[in-house]
């Protein structure tokens, strides 16, 4: 779309904040016939059998939410969690249309088999520990209910860096507060929108680290670009690991991509309204694909903290063979007034 040709990357051409559009391909008048009745009649009743299911299974999961907070050990929380929320998840996205899942993990280095490969030529995940440092791409809600059924995991919320501290005033030494732990609840309602200036005091993300490993509560989700795109490229990052002083040291950094190859109606959510958007995404009878790529860990004492934002990036974009583009959250800022006008 011509009219918003400004947030279209020089560099690629992309447009990463427009919702992708159906591609037009010329048809004869029966199938434009049996197009009609699979979106205009099927399609509703589909999604209408989806959401009586979907009801009952988002009771269970309120419910065992609230279960879990009767457990007095955080050990057999973890795990009545791990498999009882993890299993209704599942069943969530299982009734969503994500029918199958594959996660694989792979190696960006060229040469011989990693010797802990197993026998179907992938290489066996790295155990993701409680503290540990999830990075992701994002590009919808079924983003968090995804990483939600498999990690149970901790999810932050970054403040945008003040635009009038400069790099040579930083102080290396100094721990920044720009982080603060937010419920499942909270990310799926900022699915999509811009982070803002938190009202309340942030911490660190070396203490939340810390924390979540105290309390066992699973590993910290960070999304890098800190807002949704569609899919078709990576947003600049944010500054996320920006002193040397918030690393904490006992962490491993998880880079995880996630990748949705149904064309449309896409999962992909970089703006709109998201009940229309899910009851959209329901009515089609073809199962929506959503692969899950993951790297071997690395641990953060060996990557320099100056570039480990574009590092990061950049590996997130060899992983699933995505460009990454200089536009970033400001832009998407920018981007969502307009679109909202």
């Known amino acids: ?102 996660f694989n993990v792979v190696s960006l280095k060229k040469g011989r088999q990693d010797p802990t490969a197993s026998g179907s030529g992938q290489r066996q995940p790295d155990s993701i520990q409680s503290g540990d440092i999830i990075v992701a791409n994002h590009t919808s809600y079924v983003d968090i209910i995804y990483l939600y059924g498999r990690f149970n995991p901790v999810f932050v919320q970054m403040k945008p860096l003040d635009t009038t501290t400069t790099t040579t005033s930083r102080d290396p030494t100094q721990v920044e507060h720009r982080f603060r732990r937010v419920s499942v609840y909270e990310a799926l309602r900022g699915c999509g929108g811009c982070p803002a200036a938190a009202s309340s005091s942030g911490t660190s993300l070396a203490a939340l680290t810390r924390e979540a490993r105290a309390r066992r509560s699973g590993p910290v989700v960070v999304f890098i670009e800190g807002t949704t795109s569609n899919g078709r490229a990576l947003l600049k990052p944010m500054d996320v690991f920006r002193v040397q002083a918030d690393v904490d040291r006992e962490s491993r950094i998880h880079l995880l991509l996630l990748k949705y190859t149904t064309s449309y109606p896409s999962p992909v959510f970089p703006v709109g309204n998201k009940l229309a958007h899910c009851f959209k995404m329901c009515c089609q009878a073809e199962t929506p694909k959503l692969a899950d790529q993951d790297l071997p860990s690395q641990p953060k004492s060996a990557l320099p903290v100056d570039n480990l934002n574009s590092q990061l990036t950049q590996l997130l974009a060899n992983l699933g063979r995505l460009r990454a583009t200089k536009q970033g959250y400001q832009e998407k800022q920018k981007f969502l007034a307009y679109y909202y006008r």
């Open 1 to 102: 779309m011509e009219k918003y040709s400004n947030w279209r990357d020089p560099g690629t051409g992309i447009q990463p904040f427009l919702p992708p559009a159906p591609v037009k391909i010329d048809r004869h008048i029966g199938q434009i016939v049996v197009a009609c009745v699979r979106d205009y009649l099927f399609g509703p009743l589909i999604a209408l059998a989806r959401i009586v299911l979907l009801i009952p299974v988002l009771v269970l999961l309120v419910s065992t939410r609230y279960i879990s907070y009767l457990f007095v050990f955080h050990a057999l929380k973890r795990l009545y969690q791990d498999w009882v929320t993890g299993g209704l998840i599942r069943l969530t996205l299982f009734l969503l249309g994500f029918h199958f899942i594959p």
